[in-house]
């Protein structure tokens, strides 16, 4: 129930991305399930993925909804077995998947923004910088397993 945040400069980069984990909910309430860049993965109380961001590309329609379904309804969380999701980007585009099936797709306005960390003589500067962007996981009610992280994400089918 409380979130895990760490600094993501290792293990994505904001051109391409994989985030992938198995999930199991844990109660009847949903939550944010990843964020990052300004982006944020999450489940509704239905069981539903919802990808919600200010970098996003909405229709109106899609923009009242909050989500860009690929294939409707995004009941990926219906029962309470462990589910697969994977959250991935590339350029300008973003997808989830649950199970190995697109589930969730949409356009950024820009590539990701994640800033790394400083370098060499950056590190030593008092003066201020970008902070190194950060992956949070969580707080949601679910036990997390067989986390995953890179930079080449899988090829949308």
């Known amino acids: 129930e409380t979130p895990l945040v760490f600094a993501a400069r290792h293990h994505v980069s904001g051109a391409q991305g994989v985030i992938s ?3 199991r909910l844990g109660g009847s309430t949903g939550g ?5 860049g300004g982006l944020e993965l999450s489940i509704n109380n239905q ?18 909804r909050g989500v860009k379904p690929q294939t409707p309804p995004g ?3 219906a029962d309470r ?21 697109v589930a969730l797709a949409a356009q950024l306005s820009t590539q ?3 800033p790394g960390m400083g370098r060499a003589q950056e590190i030593r500067d008092d003066h201020p910088r970008a902070e190194p962007a950060e992956v949070k996981f969580g707080p949601i009610h679910a036990i997390i397993d ?3 992280m890179g930079i080449s994400p899988p090829k949308v089918t």
């Open 32 to 36: 944010a399930l990843v964020t990052l």
């Open 81 to 101: 077995a462990w589910h697969s999701i994977a959250l991935a980007w590339s350029g300008r585009d973003v997808w989830v998947s649950c199970d190995g099936a």
């Open 146 to 148: 067989n986390l995953r």
């Open 47 to 64: 069981g539903a993925l919802l990808l919600r961001g200010a970098a996003l590309v909405w229709s109106a329609e899609e923009a009242e």
């Open 21 to 23: 984990l198995d999930v």
């Open 112 to 114: 990701m923004q994640l």
């Open 75 to 77: 009941h990926c969380f």
